[in-house]
């Protein structure tokens, strides 16, 4: 099955600070999206993004399909930005199933 | 506001006892999934019904038994769960489109419910 990793595992910052987070997939994908869990386990949709760019406050985030990964970027960091990053993907041809990475925790403090 | 309800939010049960899993979505989509999350663990998918048909059954145990009596409906029915089975599941919603004569798939986002946290004891 299509294979799906995140980087880093973990990460902590500063208020204030930028991050970027990575998601490599390992076949072609006609579906990505980029979720926020939060510590109460609600998993939130950021973006909805199978190719190319798009930006919501101060998160933005980047497809590069024939490569076969996406980016998150976070700027200006806030304690509430804490949680779990994941990215699942769709597989080509693959029905409507989503296969989701491991996550990136993310830490923010004062 | 995500637009998909699931209860009970939390659950607490024995190893011999039945219950069930309710979600409902008011978005007007025509698919609807469970998902499993574990400890430590990516989200597992379960099962994946669209229009109502079960459409996936990712080789989920039977003491887990799904029921999508209408589109905007789905429940998980739980019996004799084994320990392992603590986690939280999650319910989904998108809608599905296939081009008629072709095997693409029009895919879209997927919203999720909040979760039921699910503790066998």
């Known amino acids: 099955g299509i294979q799906v990793e995140q980087s880093p595992p973990d990460l902590i910052l500063q208020e204030g600070a930028n991050s970027t987070l990575r998601c490599n997939f390992s076949d072609s994908v006609n579906n990505l999206q980029w979720f926020h869990q939060n510590p109460w386990g609600q998993l939130i949709n950021l973006f909805y993004i199978p190719s190319g760019t798009k930006q919501n406050g101060r998160l933005s985030a980047t497809t590069v399909a024939t490569e076969r990964y996406s980016l998150l970027y976070i700027s200006s960091s806030q304690t509430t930005d804490s949680g779990v990053y994941f990215c699942?993907?769709?597989?080509?041809?693959?029905?409507?199933?989503?296969?989701f990475g491991t996550g990136t925790q993310l830490k923010v403090e004062l | 506001e995500t637009g998909v309800t699931q209860t009970p939010r939390h659950l607490v049960m024995g190893m011999t006892n039945k219950k069930s899993l309710k979600c409902e979505q008011h978005l007007g989509h025509n698919a609807m999934y469970w998902y499993k999350q574990s400890a430590k663990k990516p989200l597992e998918l379960m099962f994946v019904y669209s229009l109502e048909e079960r459409v996936e059954n990712n080789s989920v145990p039977s003491r887990f038994s799904p029921e999508c009596p209408n589109s905007s409906h789905l429940f998980l029915h739980l019996h004799t769960l084994q320990p392992e089975d603590s986690a939280l599941y999650l319910c989904?919603?998108?809608?599905?489109?296939?081009?008629?004569?072709?095997?693409?798939?029009?895919?879209?986002?997927?919203?999720f419910g909040d979760g039921t946290r699910l503790s066998i004891l």
């Open positions: 989904a919603s998108s809608q599905w489109t296939t081009r008629t004569g072709t095997e693409s798939y029009s895919n879209q986002p997927q919203h």
């Open positions: 699942a993907v769709g597989l080509t041809g693959g029905g409507n199933k989503l296969t």
